[in-house]
């Protein structure tokens, strides 16, 4: 089974700092990583994922995340933060014999001016 | 294109009332997913088809849920005599399902209140 935490639930930050959301997993089998964004009554939208190859993942508004797998970690970097930012953040796993998501409990950006 | 969409957007029901919701996923999209989001939480799996068979249905919290995707398009989620505890957000998903660890596209989602 897998498992997925994000410990931060809240993350505040000022406009054009960094910022990194953390995101660990727990698996018994290879997984797949994503993270998904969620903007105020809309579904998800998929930011990035990691299949395989680099460590190092590209998203798209800026995004990137770095696969750890001695830590089994992901987390979520930014350089620079916009207001626009500002949405709930879902780390999530499938593993290699399933299809479906196991997401985590979700981290709010909270970015102010 | 047109993305995932469901119907209704919002449904408030009396306890013991049944409800249907439903899913249109894009088109030619073979996979299809249901999420329970519960406020303040993250997405939880129902249940999940392959065309029109339902190869998964171990998130499906209790026998008063029912999903179906007769003709591998069109899903619908039922809830029979709901109660208090299933208010939440109810997500549909599809994918294409060319390999493993395809993207899932969500729909914005119906937002079930049982009063």
């Known amino acids: 089974a897998q498992s997925v935490t994000q410990l931060d639930s809240q993350v505040p930050v000022f406009e054009e700092a960094p910022v990194e959301l953390r995101c660990n997993y727990s698996?018994?089998?290879?997984?797949?990583l994503f993270w998904y964004v969620q903007y105020p009554n809309q579904g998800l939208q998929l930011l990035l994922k990691y299949l395989s190859g680099s460590t190092l993942v590209k998203g798209i508004n800026g995004f990137e995340a770095e696969f750890n797998k001695s830590q089994t970690s992901f987390h979520l970097r930014k350089p620079s933060v916009h207001i626009s930012d500002t949405a709930e953040y879902f780390c999530a796993v499938n593993g290699y014999n399933t299809d479906k998501l196991i997401f985590g409990t979700g981290t709010r950006l909270q970015v102010f001016p | 294109g047109a993305g995932v969409s469901q119907s209704p957007r919002y449904k408030v029901a009396k306890r013991g009332q049944d409800v249907a919701l439903r899913c249109d996923p894009i088109s030619g999209h073979v996979s299809l997913f249901w999420y329970q989001q519960a406020l303040g939480q993250g997405p939880e799996f129902l249940t999940y088809?392959?065309?029109?068979?339902?190869?998964?249905k171990s998130g499906l919290p209790s026998d008063r849920f029912f999903a179906e995707r007769p003709e591998g398009s069109v899903s619908t989620l039922k809830i029979q005599r709901t109660q208090q505890e299933d208010s939440a957000v109810y997500l549909c998903?599809?994918?294409?399902?060319?390999?493993?660890?395809?993207?899932?596209?969500f729909g914005p989602g119906t937002r079930l209140t049982v009063l």
């Open positions: 088809f392959q065309n029109e068979a339902q190869l998964d």
């Open positions: 998903a599809s994918s294409l399902r060319l390999a493993g660890g395809d993207e899932q596209f």
């Open positions: 698996s018994s089998v290879s997984v797949y």
